[in-house]
């Protein structure tokens, strides 16, 4: 489970973020992007995130993964494929082993959606 | 009205464990040492590799051995009967050993011992195909085992690790012969992820091909301290 662990970093980055406004905001949803080619599980990320924001400033905060394709690039055949994860990583057409990674190989925090805060803005 | 905003944040969920990965290869650096992290799932056989290793290149190298794959005192006993410094790193239920972890074993390596004495630091990680790879500790090489018993699809199943590894050791070998195990099936699944690892097929029983690995493990610490002498 280390999807716990790395939930931990996140709540800890957008913390850092959260509190570095000038005033502190209504954090709506935060987007990830989670590459195919790693080893963290979307739902278990989810869960754990769940977890871990109940009663804390982020409870109720949406977390949207977007999942990125594994796509890698075949220098013989000068051009991208897609490889197949637990059943062929090498190029489909000339059979070279997988070794320029464009995408898949992605954890990252994207973005923060967020609002005013409702008394601020509310008169 | 209900106004959202976005804020870029573009920063990689690792980030705070990679930094300490950096962190913990400068200190190895600093004290001319080069680290391996050895990588496999329960059972593969790194504990025994260790013993093997330690018995035979202890007069060669002056080794440490940072053991995170730990459930008992047990295997620090095994491991100390070579008079090799054995830290023991408390991962509790962690499937994996992280950066920070292995900073506390460098703390202890550096306030308990002469640390500028090393050449060689051993990392065995926890037994586990899956988070290890993930997770650098600020090692020099990636060493991943295999062994036979596992079947040869696991490199498809678990690409990550075997992707990253610089040297794959099929372990076990001896055990092949009884085995319905496609041993060139293995490699070829092997080489769709990494073309360039070293496999090296040992069998701890028998002593098959260890010295093989004694040679990669010798190697690979003079072409880390060529490097560590350019920087300089």
């Known amino acids: 489970m280390h999807e716990t662990d790395m939930t931990k970093a996140l709540i800890l980055t957008v913390k850092d973020w959260y509190y570095s406004q000038p005033e502190q905001p209504k954090i709506e949803k935060i987007h990830l992007i989670v590459g195919e080619f790693t080893c963290v599980e979307p739902v278990s990320l989810q869960f754990a995130f769940e977890v871990q924001t109940r009663n804390t400033f982020l409870a109720g905060v949406e977390l949207i993964i977007r999942d990125i394709p594994l796509i890698a690039f075949c ?8 490889p197949e994860i637990g059943l062929q990583y090498s190029c489909p057409d000339c059979k070279s082993p997988m070794e320029d990674i464009r995408s898949g190989r ?3 925090i994207d973005r923060i959606e967020y609002s005013a805060v409702a008394n601020s803005v509310v008169p | 009205m209900h106004q959202t905003f976005n804020a870029a944040i573009e920063l990689n969920l690792l980030h705070a464990n990679q930094e300490g990965a950096d962190h913990n290869r400068e200190h190895f650096d600093r ?25 035979a290149l202890k007069d060669k190298f002056e080794m440490a051995v940072i053991e995170g794959d730990m459930t008992t005192e047990l295997d620090a006993d095994r491991l100390r009967k070579y ?5 023991p790193i408390n991962t509790g ?46 090692e020099h090489a990636k060493v991943a085992l295999l062994s036979v018993t596992e079947g040869e699809d696991k490199p498809l199943k678990y690409p990550v690790m075997f992707q990253e590894a610089d040297c794959l050791l099929i372990t076990k070998t001896d055990l092949a012969p009884y ?5 060139e099936r293995l490699t070829a699944n092997v080489r769709q992820m990494n073309k360039d690892v070293t496999i090296i097929h040992v069998s701890a029983k028998t002593g098959a091909g260890l010295s093989q690995w004694f040679d990669w493990v010798g190697d690979r610490l003079k072409q ?5 002498a350019r920087q300089i």
């Open chain 1, 75 to 82: 220098h013989s055949c000068q051009q991208e494929y897609q």
């Open chain 2, 179 to 183: 085995l319905d195990i496609d041993l």
């Open chain 2, 93 to 138: 239920r962690s499937c994996h050993l992280d950066s920070k972890m292995v900073a506390g074993g460098i703390h202890t390596l550096e306030h308990q011992y002469n640390p500028t004495d090393f050449d060689l630091v051993l990392v065995e990680n926890v037994g586990n195909l899956v988070c290890p790879a993930e997770f650098e500790v600020g």
């Open chain 2, 83 to 87: 008079d090799v410094p054995v830290i």
């Open chain 2, 224 to 228: 880390n301290q060529a490097s560590l």
């Open chain 1, 106 to 108: 992605e954890l990252k």
């Open chain 2, 31 to 55: 004290w001319g040492i080069t680290c391996l992290n050895l990588m496999s799932s329960p059972g593969a056989g790194k504990t025994v590799l260790l013993e093997q290793t330690l018995a």
